[in-house]
């Protein structure tokens, strides 16, 4: 069955560097859009990064120029390079998988960005 286990999260400060990776099994990386989202306390879960069967990546205002989402399909796993963090990314984040009406989600790693 299909199976997203993230991994890389954790307590970093300010202006410091993680990189998350989203371990894809059941399915071919490549013939879904990948995508990372987040949720931070209170507030709704919000597209990060996603990246599509073609490799084109998009990103949330918020983190363009900061973070990169990238996938290396012989190894089934999607990354989130984020450098130069701040407070404001600190949430839960959560890899999705989607093509047409099926969609997968992860159990989430947490990041914290404090000092």
Known sequence: QVQLVESGG???QPGGSLRLSCLASGFTISTYVMSWYRQ????ERELVAGITTGGMTNYADSVKGRFTISRDIAKSTVYLQMNSLKPEDTAVY???SRRSSNTYWGQGTQVTVSS
């Open 94 to 96: 959560y890899c999705n």
């Open 40 to 43: 931070a306390p209170g507030k």
């Open 10 to 12: 954790g307590l970093v």
